[in-house]
Nanobody
Framework: QVQLVESGGGLVQAGGSLRLTCVAS????????MIWHRQPPGNRREMVAG???????NYADSAKGRFTISRDNARNTVYLQMNNLKPDDTGVYYC??????????????????WGQGTQVTVSS
């Protein structure tokens, strides 16, 4: 059983900062790319930032210069440091990871797992 759990969301004023954390746990063999997405109210889910297992990073244009993604491979954890937050950053933030897991006998994957999301609200 594999699960991803996000944390770190909350209510912050415009210009403030938050740090989101996503931990992948369970019978994980290895984790490939980990990606942060967000879903603003009434809108579709969109990619915010992604990081590969080798550290290659890409950002949505809206995140460049304000957000920083990083990961701890030993802990199967990805972080999103968000600075200079704007009301438009409001939404539910999700992480996903494509990974290999084991059932004790074989390794399966890659399979994409999603977390349950964490709410970020930026007030003006």
């Amino acid at each position: 059983q594999v699960q991803l759990v996000e944390s770190g969301g909350g209510l912050v004023q415009a210009g403030g900062s938050l740090r989101l954390t996503c931990v992948a746990s369970g019978s994980i063999n290895s984790v490939n790319t980990m990606i942060w997405h967000r879903q603003p109210p009434g809108n579709r889910r969109e990619m915010v930032a992604g990081i590969s297992s080798s550290g290659r990073i890409n950002y949505a244009d809206s995140a460049k210069g304000r957000f920083t993604i990083s990961r701890d491979n030993a802990r199967n954890t990805v972080y999103l440091q968000m600075n200079n937050l704007k009301p438009d950053d409001t939404g539910v933030y999700y992480c996903n990871a494509d990974l290999y897991y084991t059932d004790g006998e074989e390794v399966h994957g890659p399979v994409v797992y999603w977390g349950q999301g964490t709410q970020v609200t930026v007030s003006s």
